[in-house]
C-alpha cells in the first residue's frame, strides 16, 4: 500500500510555461511536506518544502501548494526552463524525530525550448 | 563539506556473488539512511539509522540484505547472496535531526 502517490509518470512543457507536478497522500498525520530532483547520475537534492500549518510556499520561480483536506500536494513551477528537465519526487515527513521520508514513484519533467 | 559519499559509483557483479555498499554520510550528521531506487517503485527506503543505531529496517526486501554502521562516519550494505533483481542504484542519505536529507551520488548495481 503506497502512501505516497504520483500519478504522472512523466510531464512534457514548453520552455516558458507553467509545470505542475501532482503528489498525493493517504496519512494525515504526516507534519511536513518536500519536493526533491534528481538529474542523471546524481543524487536527489532539495528543492523546496512546506509545513502542515501552511498551504503555500514560495521561492523563486517554485511554489509548493498544499491541501490537507484534499491530502494533496503540488510544485508548480514558472516559468519553465530547459534546466529545470530532471525528475521530480515528493517526500513526505511522518513526524518522528528521525527525519523518516516517504517518497513518491517520481515525476520525469522535460522542458522543451 | 564534501557532502555525503559513496562507493563504488558502479558494480557489476554475478548472481551469486557478495556486494558490498558503502557511505560516508555528513560530519555531523546523527541520521542515516539507504534507500533503492527502482522505475517501478520510485525510492524505497531500505532502513535508516540514527546515531549509529538502526532504527527501522521493515523496508529491507529479504534475509540476504543487510546493513551496519559501526561508527559515525560509515555505513555498510551488504547483499549476499546477489540476484538479479537486486540490479537498480542504491542511494545513501544523511540529516542532523528532522532536516532535509542530503543524497549520495549513488551506487548503480547491476547482478547478471
Known amino acids: 500500500d503506497q502512501q505516497v502517490k504520483q500519478n504522472s509518470p512523466s510531464l512534457s512543457v514548453q520552455e516558458g510555461r507553467i509545470s505542475i507536478l501532482n503528489c498525493d497522500y493517504t496519512n494525515s498525520m504526516f507534519d511536513y511536506f518536500l519536493w526533491y530532483k534528481k538529474y542523471p547520475a546524481e543524487g536527489p537534492t532539495f528543492l523546496i518544502s512546506?509545513?502542515?500549518?501552511?498551504d503555500k510556499n514560495e521561492d523563486g520561480r517554485f511554489t509548493v501548494f498544499l491541501n490537507k483536506s484534499a491530502k494533496h500536494l503540488s510544485l508548480h513551477i514558472v516559468p519553465s526552463q530547459p534546466g529545470d528537465s530532471a525528475v521530480y519526487f515528493c517526500?513526505?515527513?511522518?513526524?518522528?524525530?528521525?527525519?523518516?521520508?516517504?517518497f513518491g514513484q517520481g515525476t520525469i519533467l522535460t522542458v522543451h525550448p | 563539506d564534501a557532502g555525503v559519499i559513496q562507493s563504488p559509483r558502479h558494480e557489476v557483479t554475478e548472481m551469486g556473488q557478495e556486494v558490498t555498499l558503502r557511505c560516508k554520510p555528513i560530519s555531523g550528521h546523527n541520521s542515516l539512511f539507504w534507500y533503492r531506487q527502482t522505475m517501478m517503485r520510485g525510492l524505497e527506503l531500505l532502513i535508516y539509522f540514527n546515531n549509529n543505531v538502526p532504527i527501522d529496517d521493515s523496508g529491507m526486501p529479504e534475509d540476504r540484505f543487510s546493513a551496519k554502521m559501526p561508527n559515525a562516519s560509515f555505513s555498510t550494505l551488504k547483499i549476499q547472496p546477489s540476484e538479479p533483481r537486486d540490479s537498480a542504484v542504491y542511494f545513501c542519505?544523511?540529516?542532523?535531526?528532522?532536516?532535509?536529507?542530503?543524497f549520495g551520488p549513488g551506487t548503480r548495481l547491476t547482478v547478471l
Open positions: 512546506i509545513s502542515s500549518i501552511k
Open positions: 517526500a513526505i515527513r511522518d513526524g518522528t524525530s528521525y527525519g523518516k521520508l516517504t
Open positions: 542519505a544523511s540529516t542532523l535531526g528532522v532536516n532535509e536529507q542530503f
